[in-house]
């Protein structure tokens, strides 16, 4: 099987969508071929730290722009890059274990710092055993650091950008012109795309990535006008979708709003206009949908290639104030739509809908897996994978030790990454057996309809997707990682005292549950579709970290008969008396972001298969808790081989 890397970062949306892209569709065409992981070092090396960097970034690209393009031209006419790569130095050592480790058939960096580090480490003429590939996100300005480190090869989204990495000195042989990896769902263009004419009123998407501060003001503006229909989407911005949300009411006939996402192939190849800024995914997607732009903020550096790639077919327009975007949307549909037909046959001619699947084949070709390391690190071996059986997994005929975390929260409530970010984050880390139990509200009481007007929790109207999307990923989750997924939801019933609060974990629910209903009655109703109820941090916590929850607790007598575990430890607390009291028990992390994987976990003794596991904790025995600990890449290699070797 060929093992395929695919290094990225968090500076800006295009490199980890073009990461996630390429993964998809490497595994979409050749599931029996390769194995693919994305490996962000950044996170791993310098967790909290790398976030202050993504947050210094967005402020500055969206703060004070001028500053950005200083720096941006700093790195394009310098060598600063190169000069200060030693900084980097626990990147490299980690680069250097993963790529000796791992002996993979072909490298891919989404991001372009991490060729600068390969270089550094073959610097002793040690040969590479793997096809280098660059995967360049930016279109026609693209900065020099870029191309200024090495690579085999260099994929780029157009021609315009293939020219200007020629006129920068790279040869001809090593440029791929492609298309930007977008997700496959585009190629569903004919199926749910638009007619060509513009014979219906026209449907209007509107991505806020920034200038959030005349959001309303421009949504205000759209609903003036009689004919249109807008979809807006906010992100991840509880707040502004809050005050959206009110602004929507009693128009919702016009006026569609949704706070994150992962339909917006869907919604871009079913509108016939799209504003938002020039970022270089959200341009791409556009291209790809065929969906003219109303572009509201270009960002000086890579978001002026972005925008110039549209503005030289004439197929966008340009729109700073709230009146103006409303002046070039009536231009775009006036005399029926002349303009907008023009534009978006300008876009065909540069839309390509199938560059990630375009992509995969091609990393296929170059991987080889011939090219296994002569020079491996010797206790590396390189092991082989074997194919994992699709669809849900069948019993198998003996117990095995199972690793499990059954209470996670994405970015449905308030965790920091998505389900399918999470199923790669626990995968990757070789669980068996995981539960996405994000937070759903008890409408009838006070603290709950607060909770929902903060955004932290799942949103009424989003409970339907957070079941497809588990769904979806489940599949995945086993065909990947052979690693069970199992649908959860957290029931808050918060009072305004701990001992009149309770939260409640449902585990391997089949489909939603009313919030409303009592705690008993949600206790049958999970009973009844085969899950289990948990009681979430049943007792003090000495960590302080959340107010504290006791109402199960105090009213044990009522709700031990009923309930099928207790967590007697949730991430970094143990609560004991759970097990003086002899109640059934298992340990979970409480998962709200990447840090939180070390904590208290479930061991379970019992067969690889969702009843068998569900049975294991109901009956309580060859249940255990285990504190997890993983070694950061970063701090895992300080040392020489020998060392190494040793750890």
């Known amino acids: 099987m060929k093992r395929i890397l695919i290094f990225t970062a968090g500076f800006g949306e295009g490199h980890n969508t ?5 993964q998809e569709a490497l595994e979409w065409v050749a599931p029996d071929e390769a194995h693919v ?4 070092l950044f996170e ?3 967790g909290r730290f790398n976030g202050v960097l993504r947050q210094a970034y967005l402020a500055a690209i969206n703060r004070t722009p001028l500053l950005w393009k200083g720096i941006y031209s700093l790195f394009d006419r310098t060598t600063l890059l190169e000069d200060g790569i030693a900084a980097l130095a626990r990147m490299q050592r980690s680069l250097d274990w993963l790529l000796r480790e791992i002996q993979p058939d072909a490298v891919l960096c989404t991001y372009p710092i991490y060729n600068y580090l390969i270089d550094e480490i073959f610097r002793d003429g040690r040969r590479k055993n793997f096809c280098h590939i660059t995967v360049v996100t930016d279109s026609i300005t693209v900065n020099s650091f870029w191309h200024r480190g090495p690579s085999d090869v260099f994929l780029v989204a157009n021609e315009e950008t293939a020219l200007a990495l020629r006129a920068a000195g790279v040869e001809e042989q090593r440029i791929q012109v492609f298309g930007f990896p977008v997700q496959l769902d585009f190629l569903e263009a004919k199926e749910i795309g638009l007619e060509e004419e513009l014979e219906e009123d026209p449907r209007i998407l509107y991505i806020i990535n920034s200038g959030k501060k005349k959001a309303t003001k421009i949504i205000e503006l759209l609903l003036r006008h009689p004919r249109w229909r807008t979809t807006v989407v906010v992100g991840r911005d509880r ?4 005050e959206i949300r009110r602004l929507a009411k009693g128009s919702e006939e016009k006026l569609r709003v949704l706070g994150w996402t992962d339909r917006i192939p869907e919604l871009l190849l079913t509108h016939h206009a799209l504003i938002s800024k ?5 341009v791409q997607e556009a291209v790809a949908a065929r969906c003219p732009m ?3 903020q270009i960002v000086p550096g890579q978001e002026e290639g972005n925008f110039d790639l549209l503005r030289r077919r004439g197929a966008a327009l340009y729109a700073e104030k709230p009146r103006q975007i409303l002046q070039a949307l009536e231009e775009l549909f006036e005399d029926g739509g002349r303009l907008w037909k023009r534009m978006r046959s300008a876009l065909g001619g540069i839309s390509r809908p199938d560059a990630s699947l375009q992509i995969a084949r091609f990393v296929l070709d170059q991987a080889v897996v011939e090219n296994a390391a002569p020079d491996a690190l010797p206790g590396f071996p390189r092991r082989d994978r074997d194919l994992l059986p699709e669809g849900i997994p069948q019993r198998p005929e003996t117990a095995q030790v199972l690793l499990c975390d059954f209470h996670i929260h994405s970015t449905y409530s308030d965790g920091r990454l998505s389900v399918g970010e999470i199923v790669d984050f626990y995968g990757q880390r070789g669980f068996d057996c995981i539960c996405i139990t994000d937070h759903i509200v008890d409408p009838t009481r006070f603290i709950g309809r607060v909770c929902q007007l903060t955004g932290l929790v799942l949103s009424p109207d989003l409970v339907g997707e957070y079941f497809e999307v588990l769904r979806r990923e489940k599949e995945r989750a086993w065909r990947k990682y052979r690693m069970i997924l199992f649908t959860g939801l957290e029931f808050n019933k918060d009072g305004y005292r701990a001992k009149s609060s309770a939260h409640l974990l449902g585990i391997d629910l089949r489909h939603p549950i009313d919030p409303s209903l009592t705690l008993p009655e949600i206790i049958g109703e999970i009973r009844e579709q085969g899950g289990l109820s948990v009681a979430s941090h049943p007792h003090k916590f ?17 709700f031990a008969p009923l309930l099928d575990a207790w967590e007697i430890a949730n991430r970094d607390d143990l609560f004991a008396p759970i097990g003086l009291k002899r109640l059934p028990f298992i340990a979970n992390s409480d998962f709200h972001k990447p840090k939180h994987i070390d904590s208290w976990k479930t061991v379970l003794f019992c067969e690889k298969d969702p009843e068998a596991i569900k049975e ?6 060859n249940v255990a808790l285990t504190l997890y600990r993983r070694h950061r890449f970063g701090s895992l290699l300080r040392s020489p081989e020998e060392e190494l070797l040793k750890a």
């Open 616 to 621: 294991c904790v109901r009956i309580n025995r």
């Open 239 to 242: 707040a502004l979708l809050e």
């Open 18 to 22: 073009a990461a996630r892209n390429i």
């Open 278 to 282: 020039a970022g270089g995914a959200t």
């Open 542 to 558: 000495q960590s302080v970290w959340g107010p504290n929850t006791l109402y199960l607790w105090e009213n044990q007598k009522q």
């Open 44 to 46: 791993s090396c310098y």
């Open 294 to 296: 109303v572009v509201t």
């Open 37 to 40: 992981e994305i490996v962000d």
